[in-house]
C-alpha cells in the first residue's frame, strides 16, 4: 500500500472507530435519576432451627459465646429475613444475604457484606448492595449503599440504622431501617 492510499484509509479507519464510540455511549444513556425511600425491619434471631446468622469462621482459640457473640475475626454468613413491621411475624418484604465479619481490635465492630433483596411490590427481584462498616453497639448509625440490580441498577444511598429491640439471653436483634437509594430505572 502506498502513503496516498494510507492517507485515504486512516480517515475512514477514525470514522469507523468513533462511530462504534458513539454507538456504546448510546447504548448505555442511564435516563433521569430518582430518589426512593424505604422502610423496613431486620429480624436477626442466632436461635431454633433456623439461626438467620451462622458462624463459619473464627481465630484459633478465640471462645464465641451468648455474652461475645463477635470477638475480632469472627465471620458470620447471613440469610436474614426483612419485615414490613416491627413485629417479627409481619410481612416479609426481603431477605439479607451476605457476610457480617468482625473486624474491630478494641470495640465491637462488624463489617457488612451483603445483598438486601427486596420481595413485595414494584421492587421485587431488585436488590441493594450494602458494603459498609455497621458498629452495632451504636444504636444510630449509618451504612452505605455501593450499587445494586435490577430497578435499584447503578445505586448508590444511604441507610440510616436503629437498633429497636436487643435481648442478649436469645440472641433477638430488631433494627429498624430508613434507605434512602439514587437510581435511574
Ligand atoms: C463466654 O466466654 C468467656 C471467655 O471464655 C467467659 O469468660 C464467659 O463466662 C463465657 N460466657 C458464657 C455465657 O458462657
Ligand atoms: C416476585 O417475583 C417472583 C419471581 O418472579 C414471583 O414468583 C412472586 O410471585 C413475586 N411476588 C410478588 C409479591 O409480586
Ligand atoms: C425512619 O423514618 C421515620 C419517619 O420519618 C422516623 O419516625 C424513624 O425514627 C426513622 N428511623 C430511622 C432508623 O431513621
Ligand atoms: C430475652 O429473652 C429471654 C429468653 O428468650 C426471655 O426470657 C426474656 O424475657 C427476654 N427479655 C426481654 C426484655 O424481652
Do not use: W
Amino acid at each position: 500500500m502506498n502513503n496516498k492510499r494510507m492517507n485515504d484509509v486512516i480517515p475512514l479507519l477514525l470514522l469507523f472507530v468513533l462511530t462504534i464510540i458513539s454507538q456504546g455511549h448510546a447504548h448505555y444513556s442511564l435516563g433521569k435519576e430518582k430518589i426512593t425511600h424505604l422502610h423496613f425491619f431486620y429480624q436477626e434471631n442466632l436461635n431454633g432451627d433456623h439461626p438467620t446468622a451462622v458462624l463459619v469462621a473464627k481465630p484459633k482459640d478465640t471462645v464465641v459465646n451468648a455474652s461475645n457473640l463477635a470477638p475480632f475475626g469472627v465471620v458470620y454468613v447471613l440469610d436474614t429475613p426483612l419485615t414490613e413491621g416491627q413485629d417479627p411475624n409481619s410481612k416479609v418484604v426481603g431477605q439479607v444475604q451476605g457476610l457480617s465479619v468482625s473486624a474491630g481490635q478494641d470495640k465491637t465492630m462488624l463489617v457488612f457484606m451483603a445483598d438486601f433483596e427486596f420481595t413485595s411490590c414494584e421492587f421485587n427481584g431488585s436488590s441493594i448492595s450494602v458494603l459498609s462498616r455497621n458498629p452495632i453497639l451504636e444504636t444510630d448509625r449509618e451504612l452505605a449503599i455501593v450499587g445494586g440490580r435490577g430497578k435499584f441498577r447503578m445505586a448508590r444511598g444511604f441507610a440510616n440504622l436503629h437498633t429497636n429491640y436487643m435481648n442478649a439471653t436469645s440472641s433477638v436483634v430488631i433494627v429498624e431501617y430508613n434507605v434512602t437509594i439514587f437510581h435511574y430505572e
